[in-house]
């Protein structure tokens, strides 16, 4: 039966932060990664409103770029011990993530996160409520059903999903997106704009998803090269624009661009290839894919209409979009194909054939609009790495 689930309170604009000082309970966990947000104060002044509110607290500050199972495994044993009945992550989609499977496992300390997903998430808040508090402008997680770890021991990237874990609370305060670095500013912009137009096309979308998923990425789109020059008015609507992608897709689902993104981000000994960049190389190529199913075709055009693409036969304007799509990518330094990126040829053919099987277990692959098996799957990842259009 299909499904809308959203935080219950979602507060915005700038100075939000301060809702902190409402809440009601005993004890709050901060979860962090102890880095920038820590440095600017934002962590200090969440713990001063929470003081101011009554609550004991502490912090959690050991989450990864990319969380861990190890990583998740001790925080929820922290949570064990302290018992709080807040868990409150602050940062950006890592200490979210994070902070969701801990809450898991702290109320499920039996079970076994690998195992979790929408068919048998457990029920929470039994012993605690959850407000998620974002600092960059991408992800979305902070109201989504979402949480993506990382097996270290197989670079492989994994997902924890249900309803379940979708805040009770997000705090929307431009303030704490202000600083980030214009490089994490491009790379969560985008993943943002990939977010919405895949929601935007999946199978599962419907009238509730798809006015996000529209607003969303026309306000991307035309927003995020200003944010990463550091416009405050568009960081402020990027900001908000996320979210809303971050709402789209958990009623949609998204495709096979995070399904490749998933799998191909720390399987290269050139390095992690960061998950939005690894997005906006992807997602043209996707659209090409994509774009031979009728109805995702009809979709790709009402996407490009919404930000004044419309000149042409559908065909002509689909082009027109994956055209800009590469145009403001490149401008914003993102490469155009993963031999660009710097995989070594050698390397990526000893890996290829894996990274295709991989993609086909992320569950994003059943909500893409178009039909994809592994040899097909290879096939798409060969043209992304040889930077060819795809014309299949």
């Not at 925080?75 to 989609?93: H, L, Q, R, S, Y």
């Amino acid at each position: 039966m299909p499904r809308i689930t959203v935080p219950r309170d979602i507060y915005f604009g700038r100075g939000s932060l301060d809702t902190l000082k409402a809440l009601q309970g005993k004890k709050a966990m901060i979860v962090d990664d102890g880095g920038p947000v820590k440095q600017l104060g934002v962590v200090d002044r969440a713990l001063a409103y929470l003081k101011e509110a009554g609550f004991e607290t502490i912090l959690f500050e050991e989450v990864e770029p990319d969380p861990s199972v190890e990583t998740v495994r001790k925080g929820a044993a922290v949570m064990t011990e302290f018992a709080p009945d807040w868990i409150i992550p602050i940062g950006g989609g890592s200490s979210i993530d994070a902070a969701k499977a801990m809450w898991v496992l702290y109320e499920h300390p039996d079970i076994d996160i690998y195992d979790v997903n929408p068919f048998n998430m457990p029920l929470l808040r039994a012993k605690a409520q959850f407000c998620a508090i974002p600092t960059t402008s991408g992800t979305g997680s902070e109201t989504t059903n979402a949480s993506v770890l990382c097996d270290y021991t197989t670079g492989i990237k994994f997902g924890v999903a249900g309803f379940e874990i979708i805040p009770d609370i997000a705090i929307l305060d431009p303030d704490l997106a202000d600083s980030m670095p214009r490089t994490l500013t491009i790379f969560t912009g985008l993943d943002a704009l990939t977010h919405a137009t895949e929601a935007y096309v999946a199978r599962f979308a419907s009238p509730f998803t798809d006015c996000q998923a529209l607003y969303a990425f026309k306000a991307v789109f035309e927003s995020v090269s200003k944010a990463a020059d550091g416009d405050k008015d568009a960081r402020e609507f990027m900001h908000y624009a996320q979210c809303l992608a971050g709402m789209a897709f958990t009623g949609a689902m998204l495709g096979i661009s995070h399904a490749m993104a998933h799998k191909t981000g720390g399987m290269f000994d050139a390095g992690h290839i960061p998950h939005g960049q690894a997005n906006a190389m992807y997602l043209p190529y996707v659209i090409q894919y994509n774009a031979k199913d009728a109805r995702a075709k009809a979709r790709y055009v009402e996407l490009a209409k919404e930000v004044g693409i419309d000149q042409g036969s559908d065909d002509v304007i689909v082009a027109a979009l994956v055209t800009h799509i590469r145009w403001l990518t490149a401008s914003l330094g993102i490469p155009q194909s993963l031999k660009e990126y710097g995989i070594p040829q050698a390397e990526w053919d000893a890996k290829v054939a894996q990274i295709a099987e991989n993609a086909m277990t992320d569950s994003l692959v059943m909500s893409n609009p178009r039909d994809i098996d592994t040899p097909t799957m290879q096939k798409v990842l060969q043209y992304i790495y040889d930077g060819k259009d795809i014309d299949f």
